[in-house]
């Protein structure tokens, strides 16, 4: 198995809601990612979970929440989200190492109404 | 700071013509760069990493070019096809403080028949 897999590919939710969005890989990567990407522009990371330690960029608000339940799951839970952050979210995986690759996986549209 | 720009930001040429995209970046001290492809709504694929000590790699009819000493990179496309039809982005790791990724805005590649 060589891929990122995400959950569900589209999202609606409104602002009051609480969703998940998941991302498995069973690759062995010991640092998985999550991205968001407005139409456009690049990713935009987010969170870094790598070899059980959690990174956070300092510019995502608190209403994203990142979990990693094991070394092959990475979820995001969202919390009374705004519209602006209606986006693709990319989930990506890495098995170590400077030069090695990130596989990203399709991505989950959301939007927020 | 670390950046990465690449030109032209669009870029319309019609099948079984060649092209190329440029990308120039800030990133130091410098690890490798890759070129990914994006399909609309999809998340990146890896098309070829270059190191410093690399100047030409290729990967079927995409051929990527790197000068370290100017930071600049080249894709070029041979033999355009549809399925070209993509955003290419230019992402530069660097090692130590720039050891995250930098995300280049891409290029949007329409290849018409």
């Keep these: ?113 | 700071k670390n950046q990465v720009e690449q030109s032209p930001q669009s870029l319309i040429i019609l099948e079984g013509k060649n092209c190329t995209l440029q990308c120039n970046y800030t990133v130091s001290p410098f690890s490798n760069l890759r070129w990914y492809k994006q399909d609309t709504g999809r998340g990146p694929v890896s098309l070829t990493i270059m190191t410093f000590s690399e100047n030409t790699k290729s990967n079927g009819r995409y051929t990527a070019t790197l000068d370290a000493d100017t930071k600049q990179s080249s894709l070029h496309i041979t033999a355009s096809q549809l399925s070209d039809s993509a955003s290419y982005i230019c992402v530069v790791r660097g090692t130590g403080s720039a050891r995250q990724l930098t995300f280049g805005s891409g290029t949007q590649l329409t290849v018409l028949p």
């Excluded at chain 1, 956070?56 to 339940?69: H, W």
């Excluded at chain 1, 969202?78 to 890495?94: G, I, V």
């Design chain 1, 1 to 113: 198995d060589t891929e990122v897999t995400q959950t569900p590919k589209h999202l609606v939710m409104g602002m009051t809601n609480k969703k998940s969005l998941k991302c498995e890989q069973h690759m062995g990567h010991r640092a998985m990612y999550w991205y968001k990407q407005k139409a456009k522009k690049p990713p935009e990371l987010m969170f870094v979970y790598s070899y059980e330690k959690l990174s956070i960029n300092e510019s995502v608000p608190s209403r994203f929440s990142p979990e990693c339940p094991n070394s092959s799951l990475l979820n995001l839970h969202l919390h009374a989200l705004q519209p602006e952050d209606s986006a693709l979210y990319l989930c990506a995986s890495r098995l170590g190492g400077a030069d090695n690759e990130q596989f990203f996986g399709p991505g989950t549209r959301l939007t927020v109404l």
